[in-house]
């Protein structure tokens, strides 16, 4: 069965600290693996990989894909109180599979 | 500011009843998706509609409905409604007919509330 499993589920951290955020898959056809980054309602668009090993960046924040092991982390360094939200991870196969999602909160 | 809209933000219904929610799409994307987000949960897909023809479709009982139009608006509509179908219902519209081959921009989403 196709899945995706975000890891931790939440997180609380302090300004300024570094966080990696975790996601595992199992999907048939993978094309793509995409972060995004929930802090009311709309998801908004953070990264998309497709290839193995290769950095995307973008400010404090990173993420990079393991298409060997399936996984992808991201990343975020100098945390602010601003990151804090819901970041969700998908994988794009036949269609969009999203994990549960880890919630951040960055205390001041 | 993704530049797609849906309507209404809210709305409360009954069990057993029917509602349609609105997706207005992005200039020049003609593929709409269709989400349902439980209350701490991801996203979960539900279908999605390309130049009017349904082109996927998730694991969602037929009373799941939905309609693309020629200006590539779209509507979901739910018959029969329960209690679990309360949720955040997300649109998200992309240019090309392949999820994941490029960014999806995400709606900010209807709350429904059945009771």
């Known amino acids: 069965e196709d899945k995706v499993v975000q890891s931790p589920l939440s997180l609380v951290v302090h300004e300024g600290d570094t966080v990696t955020l975790n996601c595992s898959y199992e999907?048939?056809?993978?094309?793509?693996l995409l972060w995004y980054k929930q802090e009311k309602k709309a998801p908004t668009f953070l990264f998309m990989l497709?290839?193995?090993?290769i950095e995307k960046k973008s400010g404090r924040l990173s993420s990079i894909l393991d298409k060997k092991e399936l996984f992808s982390i991201l990343n975020i360094t100098a945390t602010q109180t601003g990151d804090s939200a819901v970041y969700l991870c998908?994988?794009?196969?036949?269609?969009?599979?999203f994990g549960a999602g880890t919630r951040l909160t960055v205390k001041p | 500011e993704t530049g797609v809209t849906q309507s209404p933000t809210h709305l409360i219904k009954t069990r057993g009843q029917q509602v349609t929610l609105r997706c207005s799409s992005q200039?020049?994307?003609?593929?709409v998706s269709w989400y349902q987000q439980a209350l701490g949960q991801g996203p979960q897909f539900i279908f999605q509609?390309?130049?009017?023809?349904?082109?996927g479709r998730g694991n969602f009982p037929p009373r799941f409905s939905g309609l693309q139009f020629p200006n590539y608006s779209s509507e979901l509509n739910v018959n029969a409604l329960e209690l679990d179908d309360s949720a955040l219902y997300l649109c998200a519209t992309q240019t090309g007919a392949s999820a994941g081959q490029e960014t999806q921009y995400f709606g900010p989403g209807t709350r429904l509330l059945v009771l």
């Open positions: 998908a994988v794009s196969h036949n269609d969009m599979r």
């Open positions: 999907v048939t056809n993978f094309r793509s």
């Open positions: 509609y390309y130049r009017e023809e349904e082109n």
């Open positions: 497709t290839s193995s090993g």
């Open positions: 200039s020049g994307h003609n593929t």
